[in-house]
Each structure stands twice: as structure tokens, then as C-alpha cells.
């Protein structure tokens, strides 16, 4: 208790708000009272350093708004041709042997390590890797389940194909792209189900076996578009250590999952993906892996099968690959955008996955 | 002699975090800076976490007493970056010998070794302020950060009345200052 008074007579000293006869007592009492000289020399470098840490959370905030206007109103460009043209074409005149040398060397050696990759990779049907997306007996059994409790709403998957495998899956573009995972969409075409379980018509546009991931369209005329994504997709490399969750639907229902990042490669030395210690369940594959930011940092997709809690997640710099794949693929995906501003940072948990529900897929591949 | 107290009066507002004068550097900078790290192996997420580094590291440095900037802002930004970047590519083993830019360029190691160590300070307060828990962490925010007064808080939280959330308030400050001085003091 004479702590608090002590520590409230000290602050109301360094703010000045103390009466000339207050302070003239109290300025008596550290003169002869080192202690509490000690005391308000360390409360007030405290004080300033709180301050100081305010007001760089502060000026964050600015420049990042600042950042914000600015691109929005087209002053700053971040994508498309920038760089002046003229140097680019100095630059290529000054290294056009170079570049010609090395991209010889470089072929050769990416013929020779797609051959080793080909001859070595953590391949599908490798025992001690099991995916996680949902095997057909389970997906069925849901499915009947589903169909018990609400009669009156019947499935989008059409009369005579066939439930194969489910998934999770995310929004990258509110035009209604999701990213997932490759082995997930078995079948022919799939469906998606959003966490308040309506389900949308969906195609799949894009498949990238060896990075595990593909992307789907949603094309249904109930299919209402979100404002905004609050994520961005991250393109550099995840530290280890880095606190993760994840949102995904192993049952029916959305489920929040939460771990940490443990290695920055994946099974056998895989360099595009990461090693993750998160309990996840088949049915969490293709379900989106967050940084504490709420920033996404990979898409997880397989888990190991003879250890607890270790997982595997494609890292989220392959998301920026397969979309500028799929730009090239078409001139009707020119405009898919991934998401630019994340508004995650700093809130809380809770508020984060409410924010974040509305953007994650339930995903359900079928065939005929 | 018109160019200078423009910049003058840019730097008086970022001092104070105005955000017009915030924007006006911004807009005058950061595409030089944004050219010159896509330039040398960067990306435009790169770019931007650069230059507003830069940007606080000068935002830090109009805060001391002392402070008289002897370049143009424009000089000033471009040779922290440069210096930041660098070391980032040298700490990613992406630094290739040669940086390509040619712009005039003025000391700013001192600047830059303050900046980081202060940095190192906001990590450590960022963790002691994490680790107090609720409804401590929150408390002190609203008080030192958001700069609320003692009624407004106890409302907020639902202390019976204001001397009571200060009590709480100082029981929170106190731990707080004690684990922020343990992380402090190993750091020294």
C-alpha cells in the first residue's frame, strides 16, 4: 500500500501536478532520502520510455495509413511496370553475356534438380506423410448427417456425382478465388460451404500438383461478395518460433487450431514448406495458416503420421506463384488481385477469427 | 532560402505525428527509395517496410532536443535506406558486392545505432506489456497509451469508482516495471 502512495506522489511530481508546498515537502524528502531519489529517477526514465513506445505505435499507425491513401489514390504503384525503362534496357545491354551465361547454367541445373526433385519427392502415396484432407467414408457420413438435420436444403453437388473428399479452403480475392490444396479436389468439380453452411457452386480453375495448391472459382449467382479481405498474403519466409493459428473444418464446423512455426522446411528437407506444431485433422488441409498479424504465412496441408501435433504447410510465397500463373493461363484472370492491406495487427485473437470466419471455405470435391 | 523552411516546417510536422506532413514526405520520397531497393534484389514489401523504417528513424530523431537535420530530408532518407537495406541483404546472404545508385549520401550510422536500440527497447516493453495478462495490460494502455483519464477507465472497466482503478492501475505498473527492468538489464 506504501508502495502506491509512493509511486501515485512520485507521478503526480514528474507531472507538476503537486501544490507548491507539496512539492517543496516531497523535494526535501528525496534530498534527504536517497531511496526515493533512486525511485523518481527510474519511474521517470520509465515514464519516458512508455511514452516513447506510445508514440512509435503512433507513427506506425500514420505511415502505415499514409501508405494506404496514398495507394489507393494511385501515387504510389506497387505492381505493374515502375522502373524506368531506360535503365532496364542500359542494365540488360551491360549484362547481356552474363545473364546469357547464367541462364544457360541455370537450366541445366533446374533440369537436373527437377530430375532429382521428380526422382526424390515427398510424393503422395508416401506412408509416413498422410494428408489431411477428408477421406470419402468420413465426408459421406457428414454429408448423410448434414442432410438429417436440414431436409428442406438440398445440395449443390449435382443428382448423380459422387462425394469424394473434403477440405478447407480461402478467399484470396473477394471476386470469389480460394486457394486450397491440390489433393483435396479429387473429383471432377467441387463445392464450397461457408462457416454459417450455405453452399456456393464453385469451379476449379487452376491444379498445381507439385505445389500442392489449386484455386477455385466460385461462380454462383447467391455468391455475394465481402467488402474486403483483412489478410495479406505474405510473400517473405516465415521466422521459426513465429506464433501460427489456423481456422479449418476437420467436422462440419469451423474449428480454430493454434501453434508455432518449427522449422522452415517441410517433410525430408522440402523447401516449400514449412514444419508447423499445430494439432490439425484431416479436413484441415487447405485451410489457411496465420501469423499472429493475422497475416497468411503458408496453407496447411499434410500432416506426419507417426508423430503427434507435426504438420506441414505450403509456404504463402507459392499463392503469389499459382495466381501469376493463373494470369498467364488466361486473359480472363488478368484482374484477380491478392488482397493488399491487412487491418489484422494488433487486436485481438477473438476479434481476429470473427473477422477472418467469413473468408475460410469449407471445401467439398466430387465425381461422377 | 524558400525550399528550407518548407522542409523545416515538414520536419516540425512529423515531429508531431501530423499526418499531412507525413503524407507530403511520403509522396516526395518514397518512389526514389522504392526504385532503388527493387533495383538492387528487393520487392515492393521490402520497399515498404524499408522507407518506413527510415521514416521513424527520422520521426525519432526530430524528437531530441538537439536535433537540426544538416541535408535535405530527401538526402537524410535515402542514405538511411541505403544502409538498412544493405544490411538486410547482407544478413539474408542476398548482398551481391555491387548496390547500384549513385545519390549523394551523409552519415548516419549514429542515428541508425540509437534507432536500434531503441527498437531493442520497444521490443522488450512490447513483451513485458504482453505478458501482464488482462485486465493489466489493457488498464495501463488505456491510461498511457490512449492517454484515457482515471473516470473514463474505471467506467470502462467497471471499477466501482476512479480511486480504485488507480490503486489497480499502480498494482499494474508495478509489475510491469519490474519485468520490463529484468529484460532491460540483461539487455545492457
Known amino acids: ?368 | 532560402m524558400k525550399g528550407d523552411t518548407n522542409e523545416q516546417a515538414l520536419l516540425k510536422g512529423l515531429a508531431h505525428n501530423d499526418s499531412k506532413a507525413v503524407e507530403i514526405i511520403y509522396k516526395d520520397n518514397f518512389n526514389m527509395i522504392q526504385a532503388f531497393i527493387l533495383n538492387n534484389n528487393g520487392s515492393y514489401d521490402e520497399a515498404r517496410d524499408i522507407f518506413q523504417e527510415a521514416m521513424i528513424a527520422l520521426y525519432e530523431k526530430s524528437q531530441t532536443d538537439s536535433f537540426v537535420l544538416t541535408c535535405q530530408i530527401k538526402t537524410y532518407l535515402y542514405s538511411v535506406c541505403r544502409r538498412l537495406w544493405l544490411k538486410r541483404l547482407q544478413q539474408m546472404g542476398r548482398f551481391t558486392g555491387s548496390v547500384d545508385g549513385f545519390e549523394e549520401t551523409v552519415a548516419v550510422e549514429e542515428d541508425l545505432e540509437t534507432h536500434e536500440k531503441r527498437n531493442a527497447e520497444f521490443v522488450i516493453m512490447d513483451r513485458a506489456l504482453n505478458s501482464l495478462g488482462e485486465p493489466c495490460k489493457s488498464l495501463l494502455q488505456g491510461y498511457y497509451l490512449k492517454k484515457m483519464d482515471m473516470n473514463a477507465l474505471a467506467a470502462e472497466f467497471g471499477y466501482t469508482n476512479a480511486d480504485n482503478a488507480k490503486n489497480q492501475k499502480y498494482k499494474c505498473l508495478m509489475r510491469l516495471k519490474k519485468l520490463f527492468f529484468s529484460q532491460y538489464n540483461i539487455g545492457e
Not at chain 1, 509511486?7 to 507531472?15: C, G, N, Q
Not at chain 1, 453437388?157 to 462425394?163: K, V, W, Y
Not at chain 1, 500463373?325 to 484477380?336: E, P
Open chain 1, 1 to 368: 500500500m506504501d508502495d502506491i502512495l509512493l509511486l501515485d506522489a512520485i507521478e503526480r511530481y514528474l507531472s507538476g501536478e503537486m501544490s507548491p508546498e507539496e512539492r517543496a515537502y516531497f523535494e526535501n524528502l528525496r534530498n534527504t532520502t536517497p531511496e526515493i531519489d533512486q525511485m523518481v529517477v527510474e519511474h521517470n526514465m520509465f515514464l519516458h520510455q512508455i511514452a516513447d513506445y506510445s508514440a512509435n505505435i503512433q507513427i506506425k499507425q500514420t505511415l502505415h495509413e499514409v501508405h494506404q491513401n496514398l495507394l489507393e489514390r494511385g501515387d504510389l504503384n506497387e505492381g505493374g511496370a515502375l522502373s524506368p525503362k531506360g535503365k532496364v534496357i542500359q542494365f540488360f545491354n551491360k549484362y547481356k553475356r552474363v545473364t546469357a551465361i547464367a541462364a544457360s547454367v541455370g537450366g541445366v541445373i533446374a533440369l537436373f534438380i527437377s530430375g532429382l526433385a521428380m526422382y526424390f519427392s515427398t510424393a503422395v502415396n508416401d506412408p509416413k506423410l498422410e494428408q489431411l484432407g477428408k477421406d470419402l467414408e468420413v465426408v459421406k457420413k457428414n454429408q448423410q448427417y448434414q442432410g438429417d438435420i436440414i431436409n428442406e436444403v438440398t445440395s449443390k453437388i449435382p443428382i448423380n456425382a459422387r462425394l469424394l473428399s473434403g477440405g478447407s479452403g480461402f478467399l484470396v480475392d473477394v471476386k470469389g478465388y480460394i486457394v486450397t490444396n491440390a489433393h483435396i479436389l479429387k473429383g471432377t468439380g467441387a463445392i464450397v460451404v461457408n462457416s454459417k453452411g450455405k453452399e456456393f457452386k464453385s469451379s476449379i480453375v487452376l491444379i498445381d500438383h507439385v505445389k500442392d495448391l489449386a484455386i477455385l472459382k466460385i461462380n454462383d449467382e447467391e455468391y455475394e461478395a465481402i467488402k474486403s479481405i483483412p489478410y495479406t498474403i505474405q510473400k517473405n519466409n516465415s521466422d521459426l518460433g513465429e506464433e501460427i493459428f489456423t481456422l479449418g473444418y476437420p467436422r462440419n464446423e469451423i474449428v480454430y487450431g493454434m501453434g508455432y512455426l518449427s522449422a522452415k522446411s517441410g517433410f525430408n528437407g522440402d523447401s516449400l514448406s514449412y514444419q508447423i506444431q499445430i494439432s490439425a485433422n484431416p479436413g484441415n488441409s487447405g485451410g489457411p495458416v496465420f501469423n499472429k498479424n493475422g497475416e497468411v504465412i503458408g496453407v496447411l496441408s499434410t500432416k506426419q503420421a507417426q508423430a503427434d501435433g507435426v504438420a506441414f504447410a505450403v509456404k504463402s510465397k507459392n499463392i503469389h506463384a499459382i495466381i501469376e500463373d493463373l494470369k498467364k493461363s488466361d486473359t480472363a484472370f488478368q484482374r484477380v488481385k491478392l488482397p493488399s492491406k491487412s487491418s489484422l495487427k494488433g487486436i485481438e485473437r477473438k476479434v481476429q477469427i470473427n473477422k477472418l470466419e467469413d473468408c475460410v471455405y469449407f471445401v467439398k470435391a466430387y465425381g461422377k
